[in-house]
């Protein structure tokens, strides 16, 4: 007979005797209990006997026992609301059959192991050595330790470290929260469980999708050991070195993840997330990538963000790229930042007549950057020491000891404008104290133009017309048609208009009030050569987009 035939037979049998063999019973009638060291004591093992020094079972409780031997093993079966304990740990059933002999026993019917007051589980079938204190459960395993509850159909449980095993498939309940996988470990002590194969995790916010996951069932956290997904309705985070807490709704991570989501893409070496207050922070050559209509990207060791606020605030040479299909815009400074102007508490200087209310919601964006603004583009390069952009107007301001080259000329004022469209200059407007210079080739000689205010115009990327006003004054170097220099024209007027051919002044005109001459190159004193206040800047000049940051090297 097979030992599942003895173990359905002694049932049986302890059922059918159960009036021929009662020891004793409780006053009620319905249940035995057996105390040990009293004179009802049932002598279930000698302790001398155990293995690997096992605590022995002590049976407490149970309808009805009946006493078994067979091949030289002693069998106690207990039937009916059934109590047996092994030190603190307490086994239910509704039938276990104790092999007194082997320190073993097995369980039917609404089986619960509770371990210490910390862990309960409950089975429908329970093998159980005493010895070393392994239990063996199958079929609707459910295991609880106040907080979650771990379900599968086979669970392998070691009391002595608290520790179970399941191999094929298992589920986690937290709240709302819902871990499945095809294999796990469950610590008891710690209140860990690690999953693999096949794991995800489904809560009211996030999809994490993973081979491997440790799961704390207290803290909520979730550490990500292996390649991970963790899907925010349009976001998504891969990773493969992180964690994060499912019930604060924060997470960090490592090994440069990356974020995606339907309007960016970010990369980093550190990143930290708070959902609950929409915040991150970005360490390490983050990268971040808008995919709006504005296109562009901003880098830096250190970027903070406020997704409720649409704010980006960069430290550590920091860059923004304001991408176009030619000619890439790049500005770098100590400190970069972008936000709403709705949410601005000082309205913006106007500086276009088309600006007013924010009626499209792409528009309302700005970009500032303060201390040392360094601005490289092919056709175009600046320095400031602040720098406010501003998408509703499309204007660039440049405020504090401006100066914008472009091409052989240079422009410097008090405050400087420059007004894009199409994410290319368009127009430049200087604010008092105004000088252009434009250098003439690579001789040392350079026209000049000084006034209160003054006007440039572009065209594909060059300046085509040049206007001041206002005490306007300016020194020109004639040429003949060989391009020899014939004299040097000084003037001034209220007004000055300078027309430029590849980059070059191919016509003055002078409007209001002119007074002015023109003298042979030879016979012109130096003194005369140059404007008061001029000054050469070029050795400030980016000179290419490697200037600008380290983050290029």
Request: charged content about 25%; aromatic content about 10%.
């Amino acid at each position: 007979m097979t030992r599942i035939g003895l173990i359905i037979l002694f049932i049986s049998l302890s059922i059918h005797s159960i009036r021929a063999q009662i020891i004793d019973r409780t006053p009620t009638g319905k249940s035995v209990l057996i105390k040990q060291n009293s004179k009802d004591t049932v002598p279930i093992i000698n302790p001398a006997t155990l293995e690997n020094g096992g605590k022995l079972i002590e049976f407490l409780s149970a309808e009805t026992y009946n006493v078994k031997k067979m091949d030289s093993m002693d069998y106690l079966v207990f039937v009916g609301h059934v109590k047996i304990r092994q030190g603190k740990t307490l086994l239910y059933g509704d039938s276990l059959i104790l092999n007194t002999t082997k320190n073993t026993l097995e369980g039917f019917g609404h089986i619960h192991i509770n371990d210490a007051d910390s862990v309960d589980i409950y089975s429908d079938y329970l093998k159980y050595l005493g010895a070393t204190k392994k239990a063996f459960l199958r079929k609707k395993v459910k295991l609880t330790d106040g907080k979650g509850i771990l379900t599968t159909d086979s669970l392998d449980y070691d009391v002595s470290t608290k520790m179970g095993v399941f191999t094929k498939g298992g589920k986690l309940v937290r709240n709302k929260t819902v871990l499945t996988s095809k294999e796990g470990v469950y610590y008891g002590e710690t209140r860990d469980v690690i999953f693999r194969k096949k794991v995800e995790l489904h809560d009211v916010d996030n999809h994490i999708i993973t081979d491997t996951l440790e799961y704390n069932t207290y803290s909520q956290l979730a550490n990500f050991i292996s390649p991970s997904k963790i899907i925010t309705g349009s976001r998504t985070i891969t990773t493969s070195n992180g964690n994060f807490n499912t019930g604060l709704k924060q997470g960090y991570l490592y090994e440069r993840s990356e974020i995606d989501d339907s309007t960016y893409h970010f990369i980093a070496d550190e990143m930290a997330v708070d959902d609950s207050v929409g915040t991150g922070e970005f360490k390490g050559n983050a990268i971040y990538r808008s995919k709006d209509t504005l296109g562009f990207d901003l880098l830096a060791n250190n970027i903070k963000t406020n997704k409720t606020k649409s704010v980006l605030f960069a430290t550590e040479h920091p860059l923004l790229l304001i991408k176009q299909k030619n000619d890439t815009l790049y500005i770098a400074a100590d400190t970069l930042h972008t936000g709403k102007i709705s949410d601005l508490s000082k309205p913006i200087p106007k500086a276009r007549d088309s600006v007013g209310k924010i009626t499209d919601t792409t528009l309302n964006k700005y970009f500032e950057a303060y201390h040392h603004v360094r601005i490289y583009s092919d056709s175009l390069q600046a320095k400031a020491d602040s720098l406010f952009y501003s998408l509703n107007d499309s204007t660039i301001r440049l405020l504090s000891d401006p100066v914008v080259w472009a091409n052989n000329n240079q422009i410097t004022g008090d405050t400087i404008y420059l007004y894009i469209k199409n994410k290319k200059p368009e127009q430049l407007h200087v604010f008092e104290n105004a000088f252009a210079f434009n250098k003439i080739d690579t001789t040392t000689f350079f026209n000049q133009l000084k006034g209160n205010r003054l006007n440039a115009w572009f065209q594909n990327g060059s300046i085509s017309k040049m206007i001041t006003k206002g005490n306007a004054e300016n020194i020109y170097f004639a040429l003949d048609n060989d391009n020899n220099f014939i004299g040097i024209n000084h003037s001034n007027a209220q007004i000055i208009e300078i027309t430029f051919e590849n980059d070059e002044p191919a016509k003055v005109v002078f409007r209001n009030q002119l007074i002015g001459n023109m003298t042979p190159i030879g016979q012109t004193p130096k003194t005369e050569l140059l404007i008061p206040g001029f000054i050469w800047l070029d050795h400030l000049r980016p000179k290419s987009k490697l200037d600008l940051s380290p983050n290029f090297h």
